[in-house]
Structure formats: structure tokens, C-alpha cells
């Protein structure tokens, strides 16, 4: 049995310590990225969503770090200031981020962090840590299929309705900004190939930090 570098064994059954992925999901409302993460969650036994933190007030049915860290403006404002979050943002005049600290804890740990934000979001946690972030962009088949699904819905009134096709057009020319594209046709279809990505991405050799460890196993056995 040997130890890498963080700490962690391995038995001889072939494991090697890796580290997380940041993995993001990026799409116009309705396209489909909130499914896929809930179903990637679901399936996936090595992903974990981060708690974000916000300054908006707390619900009666919320609880402190399971849903949201509550913070009070000040603190939030500190904590960006000191480079506490990887991303944050204003949303209808409250403050969301990501904490840095519990993020690196999760990536450490060896598992992935499922991300169901925008363009904007995707492009500072690529500025705060690209080497960990995994980037894909959900387009739906046809603006016609896109308008049909937030029909569908049936959250939002006619005007919102109206509002949130004119912002994906803005929002769909990101994509390029992106590692990966998925057109989601079938739901189904789109979790299987976001799983593969995802899969593909956990074995890149620079993710694995026991892979010095394990190959000097093997080279010992031999000898």
C-alpha cells in the first residue's frame, strides 16, 4: 500500500486520487442546462453542487448552509473584495457568489462541482480557476422548440416569455466561448453525453494526483 501526495492510499485495486472538476452548465432559460445538472446530481455518486452564498433574506422554509450561506451585505462585500468567491453576481438586488474555500474543498476531496450558471458566471470562475473548469453550452434544437418549452412551463406571463427569447439570442452567441456543445434534442440523450464529457474530463492525466504514486507501484511489482 502507498500514500500520494494528499495524503490518501492507494490498496491496490487500481484507484488513483484525482483531483474535482468545476463542471459548468451554460444555456438560454428553457434550453435545458437546470435538467441536466439535476440529473447529472442524480446519477453521478462523485458530484456535489456548492452552497452559494447570498445577501438576500432568508425563507421560513430555508436553512443556513443547506440552501444558502446567508451573509449581510458587509460580509459579502468583504469576502469579494479578498477574492472570496470564485464568481458572483446581482440578481434582482441581491448579492450571490460562489465561496472559494468550499469549492477547494469539494475539488480536493476528488469530486465535482455541477455549476448551473451563465456566461457570465462561466467566465469568471474560468478567470478565478481555469485549470479546474469545465465549460458546456446547451443549445436548444430551434428557436421554435425554445419558445415551445417556456411555454410549456407555464412559470412565466406572455411578456416574460417574450423577454427571455430576445435574451437568448445574446446569450447563445457565448458558445464559442465554451469547451463543449450540446444540443439538447432529448434529455435523455443530453445527460449520456454530458456524463461522457464528464467522464472523459476525470481522467486527464493532470487531474490525477496519485498517478506518481500508482505508477511507482507498478514499476515495483515488477522488480
Known amino acids: 500500500m502507498s500514500e500520494n501526495g494528499d495524503g490518501m492510499t492507494n490498496d491496490g485495486d ?17 434550453a435545458g442546462k437546470t435538467s441536466i445538472a439535476r440529473r447529472l446530481l442524480e446519477l453521478e455518486p462523485e458530484t456535489r453542487i456548492s452552497v452559494s452564498a447570498t445577501t438576500r433574506p432568508k425563507r421560513p422554509d430555508e436553512m443556513d448552509g443547506r440552501d444558502y450561506h446567508f451573509f449581510s451585505q458587509a460580509k459579502f462585500d468583504q469576502m ?22 468550499q469549492a477547494e474543498e469539494i475539488l480536493a476531496g476528488g469530486f465535482d462541482v455541477i455549476f448551473d450558471i451563465d456566461w457570465q458566471g462561466a467566465q469568471q470562475l474560468t478567470q478565478a480557476a481555469a485549470r479546474d ?49 450540446l444540443i439538447n434534442r432529448a434529455l435523455d440523450d443530453s445527460v449520456a453525453e454530458a456524463r461522457a464529457i464528464l467522464n472523459a474530463e476525470r481522467t486527464r492525466r493532470e487531474r490525477y494526483t496519485g498517478l506518481d504514486d500508482f505508477v511507482h507501484t507498478l514499476t515495483e511489482d515488477r522488480g
Open 14 to 30: 487500481g484507484r488513483i486520487a484525482r483531483r474535482g472538476v468545476l463542471f459548468v452548465l451554460s444555456s438560454p432559460s428553457g
Open 80 to 101: 469579494a473584495e479578498q477574492g472570496g468567491f470564485l464568481e458572483h453576481a446581482e440578481v434582482f438586488g441581491h448579492r450571490y457568489g460562489t465561496p472559494r474555500d
Open 133 to 181: 473548469v469545465v465549460r458546456v453550452f446547451v443549445l436548444p434544437p430551434s428557436l421554435g422548440e425554445l419558445e415551445s418549452r417556456l411555454r410549456r412551463r407555464a412559470q412565466d406571463s406572455a411578456e416574460v416569455v417574450a423577454a427571455r427569447m430576445a435574451e437568448a439570442v445574446d446569450e447563445m452567441s457565448h458558445y464559442g466561448e465554451y469547451d463543449y456543445v
